[in-house]
């Protein structure tokens, strides 16, 4: 998912996967035909060389190489399913930026997309083409043998998988914001970020609208001139222009499974996929990352707060920590997480506002770390990334600045549980809703609301991505969801000292409901002594799943179930005067997939029923938030 030309529908996808990545020499002062015109002064051009995959299938694969080369080069591979064969924007100034120093740089397509042959899948075949593809790197007579793999996003997600299988040549990694790699790890079961808690997100649909394109042009397999490849790629792009979609309508299309080919489209990888639960066998045979299938190679971790997939991402870094089937790799990984939506890691600087919020100054020599990373590793350079260098370097949001923990969350944070109370009343803003320390009594009365999901509660920021712009992913003001009177909010006191919240922040709510299933959506917001109430982090679980993913349950009308979404993860300092809130509903639209409530086949309904919902607090069923909170300070 990036912000590159893939002439994705007339909408703006900030798929910002190049965008990603921050020059060390500020390149926005070289018009790209300058930039163009430096690579060709240093580089050597290999374009369009058809690398042979296991199966035969050839994979069009564009390499840089130093004109003044080491006898032997480290390599850096750079995979992806987007059209970056026409080098620009942040694309060139890597390639320009790693052969100043000293590195063949390699742009593959992966099978199926543009000049690449065969078909296409989703994450790109990492565990065969990608293994395959360093084979052949580490057999060429200019390679030293040592391949460092680097991206955002779609150029990162098939780095995990990859890591699995512990190729010789697989010397170092740089997966960056690369969750929807990741299947089933730890408390996520999130198949690439299809779902949260079993509901599934919106955001695939409109990329896969853009990325998915069954009925593409190819040149025959039978060319196999390399020279004329290189002047047909040079002249062409293969890249299909689509219609244009109004996705702030069509994301509202139901049913749900026939939202693209209501568009005109043939069925391909999204029916596919919208077809499948949670827990369906077939996440297993594609390019995911799975638990148990360990992990061997060091990695430099680059991942944000307002990702579509922080929670994820994090759980796999412990995972590697800890996996040990290559206790050199289980012993070098590091985490670097900044305060801003998916991939974007040009804003980092002076001033940056995230949404609506002064995250003040982030700078982060992005770069820096990367290459110090590769000199290490594919250079045997000891002293370029010092053994040191904390393990996670987090923002701290709200304070304002950079800290250092040896794990995550850090050693020393410890649970703060704050109970759900009220008087009964806790709908909206101008509620009773409060958050309090101290459990509930035996009788405290239960508060109830009405979700349609013909009007669902709307998305207004949090973490997402690359969905046609019908969420704006950020820190934004949630005060005008909050005057709903199916949304219901618990707020605490004015905090009298800072409270550094930091880690996995995990809900339980006690549950009943009219209809047969249900979403349950939780939100956590700081508020500001004006008001202003800004998101940190938001989650969503389907009721049927409370038993397990594999073990979908209806509910009884009136009976209660125990509800545990999966964990927001943040590190947020709530200030001085501020107060910590939990929003509850049960919808969160268009970033999530409305529940219907039917009880039935969700993606292949059409009409929906009105659940009255209640959300528990007495002693004998406590709703409450559970906050890793860091000592005073």
């Not at 996520?188 to 919106?202: A, D, H, I, L, M």
């Not at 999901?453 to 934004?476: K, L, Y």
Request: hydrophobic share 40%; aromatic share 10%; glycine share 8%.
């Amino acid at each position: 998912m990036k912000q590159r030309a893939v002439k994705l529908v007339a909408v703006t996808l900030v798929l910002s996967h190049a965008s990603a990545l921050v020059a060390a020499q500020d390149y926005s002062k070289y018009s790209p035909a300058a930039q163009e015109a430096e690579l060709a002064a240093i580089a050597v051009s290999r374009l369009g060389v058809m690398v042979p995959m296991r199966d035969g299938v050839a994979l069009s694969t564009d390499i840089y190489t130093p004109k003044k080369p080491q006898a032997k080069q480290p390599v850096i591979l750079w995979r992806t399913p987007y059209n970056e064969h026409k080098l620009r924007g942040s694309t060139l100034r890597y390639v320009l930026e790693s052969v100043k120093r000293g590195y063949t740089f390699i742009v593959q397509n992966e099978r199926g997309r543009y000049f690449s042959q065969g078909q296409w899948e989703i994450l790109g075949h990492p565990q065969t083409d990608a293994y395959d593809a360093l084979t052949w790197i580490a057999s060429q007579p200019w390679s030293n043998g040592k391949v460092g793999t680097l991206g955002c996003s779609s150029s990162a997600e098939w780095q995990l998988a990859l890591a699995g299988m512990n190729h010789p040549a697989h010397a170092a990694m740089v997966p960056m914001s690369a969750g929807a790699g990741i299947g089933k790890v730890g408390r996520f079961q999130e198949q690439g970020n299809w779902y949260t808690g079993g509901v599934p997100r919106n955001l695939f649909f409109v990329w896969l609208y853009g990325v998915d394109n069954p009925l593409r042009a190819e040149l025959p397999a039978t060319l196999t001139d390399e020279k004329m490849r290189a002047r047909i790629e040079a002249y062409n792009d293969l890249d299909a222009t689509k219609p244009k979609v109004d996705w702030n309508k069509q994301i509202k299309h139901l049913p749900v499974n026939q939202m693209l080919t209501d568009l005109g489209e043939p069925p391909a990888t999204f029916e596919q996929l919208i077809a499948r639960t949670p827990a369906d066998p077939a996440w297993n045979q594609g390019g995911l990352y799975h638990e148990g299938m360990g992990w061997g190679v060091p990695a430099l971790w680059f991942n944000t707060w307002y990702d579509v997939s922080i929670g994820p991402n994090m759980e796999l870094f412990n995972l590697a920590r800890t996996a040990n089937t290559d206790k050199e790799a289980s012993a070098n990984q590091y985490a670097v997480i900044a305060p801003v939506p998916h991939c974007q890691f040009a804003k980092l600087g002076p001033d940056t506002v995230v949404g609506e919020r002064d995250m003040g100054d982030t700078s982060f020599d992005v770069d820096g770390a990367v290459y110090s990373w590769f000199d290490r590793w594919l250079k045997g350079d000891g002293k370029a990334f010092p053994a040191s260098t904390p393990r996670v370097r987090y923002y701290l949001m709200g304070a304002n600045r950079w800290q250092s923990a040896a794990q995550w969350p850090p050693q020393e944070a410890r649970p703060l549980r704050l109970y759900l109370r009220s008087g009964g009343k806790a709908n909206s803003l101008y509620g009773d809703g409060r958050l309090a320390s101290d459990a509930p009594p035996a009788a405290e009365a239960a508060d109830r609301y009405r979700y349609d999901p013909m009007n669902p509660v709307q998305t207004i920021g949090g973490g997402d991505c690359c969905n046609g712009g019908v969420v704006i992913p950020g820190a934004f003001d949630q005060r005008q969801i909050e005057s709903r009177q199916d949304v219901l909010v618990y707020s605490s006191e004015p905090l009298t000292a800072p409270v550094d919240v930091v880690g996995f922040v995990d809900a339980v709510l006690k549950v009943s409901s009219s209809a047969k299933d249900t979403d349950f959506a939780v939100k956590l917001v700081d508020v500001a002594p004006d008001g202003t109430a800004l998101i940190i982090g938001d989650t969503i679980f389907r009721a049927r799943y409370r038993d397990g993913y594999d073990k979908p349950a209806m509910m009884a009308p009136d009976q209660v179930y125990t509800i545990r979404p999966t964990p927001i993860t943040t590190a947020n300092r709530f200030a001085a005067g501020h107060r910590i809130r939990v929003e509850v509903t049960s919808s969160n639209f268009p970033k999530f997939v409305r529940n219907l409530n039917t009880g039935g086949p969700n993606e292949s309904e059409k009409t929906g029923v009105v659940a009255d919902n209640v959300i528990h607090h007495e002693a004998a069923a406590q709703s409450y938030i559970e906050l890793p909170v860091l000592p005073a300070r």
